[in-house]
């Protein structure tokens, strides 16, 4: 009680970087902030409700809406709907569309007919259309900004596409066959390819000549840069460097994901003061760069609302982090303090 009481006298972020871009949180499927969200008087639900004007609903994973060809589940997505619309003016970005290369959600089971056939490319494209029809159809008008597609890339491969059966059958092809289909659904939504390690130059003028080719195309408006940072990469040069290199583009950016790992190897048992306070210096670089672009980057997200429940918690195996800007009860960490003053 003490902590939402705390929680909801904070200066509101979201106010504070008002002239600049929005500021919201993303990752709100999680277990431990649905619980919150569902408890008005919990320090999760005062932080999101005070702190943002955009929400990052990442209830749309493939294999959770649609697990099975032609089997819909809505019943992620219907709370957290439900809590952002009792806030009408936060906006609404949905997570993810199509995530071709993922183990899980790669929406795979769509390539096999009904007696585990081979389906082939026309086939294959009016299954995915019809995919992101459905989900984008059912939301049209209620979600402002669609993840159309998220991290098809890899510089590895020779064609720049990251592994994996749709880009076998359909190639490239694929990225276009969703975003059309998106564009259709929902002609005023805003539509924007995901990804990570985006700082990286050869990964960098990779999604930069994607999303260059469908800017031409016409059913693309903005980038979305995840933002997995550590405390050294990327260096504040080689993020200005990336941002300037995306402005290029004429399209908005959104930070998606931002965290802060900290403690990768897992050297560190507790947040000292002085590792408080280098996150703290952290945060500040990172927004006094994405400041520099307002107009251009649009929205900053963190990915997930306090420590309790980050994902880095677990990546790559379990260890202590404290990458976001409420600690683990909520409370507000030196980062949060370093970013309330503008
Ligand atoms: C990626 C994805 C998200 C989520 C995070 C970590 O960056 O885009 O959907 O899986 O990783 O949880």
Redesign the pocket.
């Known amino acids: 009680m003490a902590a939402s009481v705390a929680a909801q006298e904070l200066p509101a972020l979201a106010q504070v970087y008002a002239k600049h871009f929005m500021f919201g949180f993303?990752?709100l499927n999680d277990k431990v902030v649905r619980a919150g969200l569902a408890q008005t008087a919990s320090p999760i639900h005062t932080i999101v409700t005070r702190q943002s004007n955009i929400l990052g609903l990442?209830c749309f994973?493939p294999a959770q809406v649609h697990p099975r060809d032609g089997t819909y589940r809505w019943s992620d997505c219907e709370p957290l709907m439900a809590y952002a619309e009792q806030h009408p003016h936060k906006l609404r970005r949905g997570?993810?569309l199509f995530?071709p290369s993922?183990d899980r959600?790669h929406l795979e089971w769509l390539l096999s007919d009904s007696d585990g056939k081979p389906v082939n490319r026309a086939q294959a494209i009016d299954k995915l259309r019809n995919h992101v029809q459905t989900i984008v159809g059912r939301y049209r008008g209620r979600i402002q900004y669609w993840?159309v597609v998220?991290?098809a890339i890899d510089p590895q491969q020779a064609d720049g596409l990251r592994a994996g059966r749709w880009k076998d059958l359909l190639g490239e092809e694929m990225i276009d066959v969703a975003f059309s289909a998106a564009r259709e659904a929902d002609p005023q939504a805003k539509l924007f390819y995901?990804?990570?390690q985006e700082w990286r130059p050869g990964k960098r003028e990779r999604i930069f000549a994607l999303v260059q080719r469908l800017k031409a195309k016409g059913l693309i408006d903005g980038i979305?840069l995840?933002q997995?940072v550590s405390l050294t990469e990327p260096s504040v040069a080689e993020l200005d460097q990336t941002l300037t290199r995306f402005a290029q583009l004429g399209l908005e950016i959104h930070i998606?994901?931002l965290d802060v790992e900290a403690n990768r190897n897992g050297q560190y048992s507790q947040l000292s003061p002085e590792l408080d306070e280098a996150i703290a210096k952290r945060y500040r670089a990172l927004f006094d760069v994405y400041k520099k672009y307002a107009g251009t980057v649009t929205a900053v997200m963190t990915?997930?609302v306090t420590d309790a429940s980050?994902?880095?918690r677990n990546?790559p195996t379990p260890h202590a982090t404290w990458p976001l800007l409420f600690d683990a009860d909520g409370k507000p960490k030196a980062a949060f303090w370093g970013l309330s003053k503008p």
Do not use: A, I, K, R
């Open positions: 993303g990752g990442n994973y997570h993810v995530w993922n959600h993840d998220n991290e995901n990804d990570f979305g995840q997995h998606t994901e990915w997930n980050s994902w880095l990546h």
